[in-house]
């Protein structure tokens, strides 16, 4: 906490908010004149260097008409949209939005309204295609590069310093916070030295490069995994890694979380093949059976609780250690909503005090290649991510499954993820989910879900090695991204 004196004449439209004057922060940036630029988003704005527009609202009827993503605050994470957004529009409600947004490679997506997420960002890239924004996003666009590169000016967004002026102008508007018309005061310090510029920019664009590549792949990624399986070819593979970004990025197709819930289907059942009271046509699907079949031939056929039975892996819940621990430290606690595109967040939205994870730790015992999926959430079940070395000191939720290879030559992390990750398994989810009180769950009916572990040493290992590495260089590059917002001011 600090306390400061403030002249009376010094209070700016009537805010009596002791943190949007925090005398730390204009210490630390009158610090910067030296050796930066400071200036304001206002005015660059008023100079030409940059423009903003906040995107639409277009409403409910508008969800789930087709597979367009329109993207919001929760669909950008980790510097980048996720690659299945939760929500969907027709081609008709695009091209209506479409030139007025005129979303283009290049530009920012910047989250005006949400409370924690208020400043989280992301990188327009070649591999988002078409798609809409809500009105909680403001897009920036660079007009004049010469004067702040495209790139610098998101590395910029992502430093402590400007991030810590996020927090100081938010407020809360009605039953949201947000930074508003705010968002115009705050200062960018843009480094003078033009060589230091260039090297920081060129290493950005490499790091960006490199997860827009893996990205790209963990898009694909099902379809790919489902060929895989059913051909037994890891030929498929090996076209994939030999193709160039653009050649990747023309393959993609735009899919929202609808893509896991199948195509509508009608079919008749016979009593005896009802389970456990359950009277949900989705539970029974026929396609699932009739795919799955198609899938014996080249695959191992074994459900998750078979799998945990034998001793293969192992999975658990966390647990809700209570909202009064939130905020007392660093130490992440992983939520559902605090992981995508297969890694956790580089920010995850709680963090908790070294006395409370110590008093977790032992039990939870989360390391390093460990597997989180998604056990509660409706949108979010099945979602699944790996624990890296820089995760690994860390909680989870109890909406949450720890699942742990401990046999890794018959199915080792990365398979497993890959696995999780293919159409079949996800579609097998989405039929199993079920409504518990107000949110939807697996509950422990992910012990039904079957594995289609490949036969083949060689297709397991390829499958494995191609996840490994995807994830592997884009955890290197979120690090890099990181460090290079912390050495640009």
Known sequence: MISYWINSDLISDSIFIPKYYNPELIGKINALQPTHSCMSIKELSENGIIQFYTGHEIGKNAYGTGDIPFVRTSDISNWEIKTIPKQGVSRD??????????????????????????????????????????????????????????ELLFLLFNTDLVQEQIRSFQFTADIIDTIGQRFNEIILPIPKDRAFRTEVVTKLQKALSERVIGKAFIKH??????????????????????????????????????????GFNCFTLTSSQIKDSIFIPKYYDPTIEKELKELEHNCELVSMGE??????????????????????????????????????????????????????????????????????????????????????????????????????????????????????????????????????????????????????????????????NIVETRIHSREEISSLARKVI
């Open 221 to 262: 990624m099902p379809k790919i995994i489902e060929q895989v399986l059913l051909n037994d070819d890891i030929d498929e593979i090996r076209k994939l890694e030999a193709l160039s970004i653009d050649e990747i990025t023309s393959l993609i197709t735009t899919e929202t979380i609808t893509s896991e819930f199948g």
């Open 307 to 468: 799998l945990k039975q034998s001793g293969v892996i192992t999975y658990y819940t966390g647990d809700e250690i209570g909202k009064m621990a939130y905020g007392t430290g660093s130490i992440p606690f992983i939520r559902t909503s605090d992981f995508s595109n297969w890694e956790i967040k580089h920010n995850p939205k709680q963090g908790i005090s070294e006395e409370i994870y110590q008093e977790y730790a032992t039990r939870e015992d989360v390391r390093e290649h460990d597997v989180l999926l998604v056990r509660d959430g409706t949108y979010l079940v099945g979602s699944s991510c790996i624990i890296t070395e820089y995760d690994a000191k860390s909680l989870y939720c109890g909406g949450l499954y720890k699942i742990r290879c401990n046999d890794w030559k018959r199915i080792d992390p990365f398979l497993l993820l890959g696995l999780l990750n293919s159409y079949i398994v996800k579609r097998q989810i989405r039929t199993k989910q079920f409504t518990r009180d107000v949110i939807d769950t697996i509950g422990n009916r992910i012990d039904e879900v079957v594995i289609p572990i490949p036969k083949s040493e060689m297709t397991k290992k390829k499958i494995s090695d191609f996840i490994k």
């Open 93 to 150: 409600i695009y091209n209506e939005f479409a030139s007025v947004q005129d979303v283009q490679e290049g530009d920012i997506l910047f989250v005006r309204d949400g409370t924690y997420l208020i400043g989280n960002n992301c990188f327009i890239t070649k591999v988002d295609k078409e798609l809409l924004f809500q009105s909680h996003i403001l897009k920036v666009r660079v007009l004049k590069p010469e004067y702040i590169e495209p």
